[in-house]
C-alpha cells in the first residue's frame, strides 16, 4: 500500500466528516433526483465525481499552489463559479418540476438533458478554487515524508473521488425515496425552489468571501 494504515484511515474518517456536510453540488444532485428520478441524478454524481477528479488533481499538481499564490487568479476563477452557480440555481428555481406517473418510468429523458445536467454538476465542483485550496492544505496533513509523494497524493485523490461519489450516489437514493412519497406539484415546486434558491445563495456567499491574507 503507498500510504500508511494510520494516515489512510485517517484520511478516509476526515474526508467522510467532509463530504456528509451538504454542499451546493450535493444540493443540486438531491434537487435533481427529487424533480425528476435517480437516473437523471445520477448524471449529477457523475458530474460532481468528475469535478472532484479535476479539483484534487490540479491541486496536487500544484495549481493549488498558484491560486494561494495570485490573488487576482484566485479572484477571477472565483468570481466565475459564483455566477454558475447562482445562474444554476435561478434555471432550478424558474423551471417546474415535473412529476411522472409510474408508467413513464420507461420512458427515456429528454434528449441532451443528462448531458446537461452532468454538465452543470462537474463546472460547479470543478469551478471551486476554494475547494482546491482546502485539499492543497488537507492533504499534506496525511502524508508520510518517509514515502514516496506521487503515490501517496495519487491515492488520496482517488479515494476521496471515490468517497464523493458514494456520498452522492447515497443523497441520489434518499432523495429518489423521497420522491416516491411526496408526488404534489407543489410539494415537488417547492424542492426545486428551495434547491434553486440555496444554490444561489452558496453563489452569492461565494461572491462575496474575501481571501484569506
Given at each position: 500500500m503507498p500510504v500508511s494504515p494510520e494516515h489512510f484511515a485517517a484520511f478516509v474518517a476526515a474526508s467522510i466528516i467532509l463530504l456528509i456536510i451538504p454542499g451546493p453540488?450535493?444540493?443540486?444532485?438531491?434537487?435533481?433526483?427529487?424533480?425528476?428520478?435517480?437516473?437523471?441524478?445520477?448524471?449529477?454524481?457523475?458530474?460532481?465525481?468528475?469535478g472532484d477528479l479535476l479539483a484534487t488533481s490540479l491541486s496536487i499538481a500544484g495549481a493549488g499552489a498558484l491560486l494561494a499564490a495570485s490573488a487576482s487568479l484566485f479572484q477571477a476563477l472565483k468570481f466565475i463559479g459564483a455566477a454558475y452557480l447562482i445562474w444554476i440555481g435561478y434555471k432550478m428555481w424558474r423551471t417546474p418540476a415535473k412529476i411522472p406517473d409510474m408508467s413513464e418510468a420507461d420512458v427515456p429523458a429528454a434528449?441532451?438533458?443528462?448531458?446537461?445536467?452532468?454538465?452543470?454538476?462537474?463546472?460547479?465542483?470543478?469551478?471551486?478554487?476554494?475547494?482546491?485550496?482546502?485539499?492543497?492544505?488537507?492533504?499534506?496533513?496525511?502524508?508520510?515524508?518517509?514515502?514516496?509523494?506521487?503515490?501517496?497524493?495519487?491515492t488520496y485523490v482517488l479515494t476521496f473521488t471515490a468517497l464523493g461519489i458514494l456520498n452522492a450516489t447515497l443523497f441520489a437514493f434518499a432523495a429518489d425515496g423521497a420522491r416516491q412519497t411526496i408526488r404534489r406539484p407543489q410539494v415537488m415546486k417547492m424542492a426545486m425552489r428551495t434547491g434553486g434558491s440555496l444554490l444561489m445563495m452558496a453563489g452569492v456567499a461565494a461572491a462575496l468571501t474575501r481571501r484569506a491574507s
Open positions: 453540488t450535493i444540493i443540486m444532485v438531491i434537487t435533481q433526483a427529487l424533480a425528476h428520478g435517480r437516473r437523471i441524478a445520477f448524471a449529477s454524481v457523475l458530474g460532481v465525481g468528475l434528449s441532451g438533458r443528462p448531458a446537461v445536467v452532468f454538465r452543470d454538476s462537474f463546472l460547479i465542483t470543478a469551478l471551486n478554487p476554494k475547494g482546491i485550496l482546502f485539499f492543497v492544505a488537507f492533504v499534506p496533513q496525511f502524508i508520510d515524508p518517509a514515502l514516496p509523494y506521487a503515490p501517496q497524493a495519487a
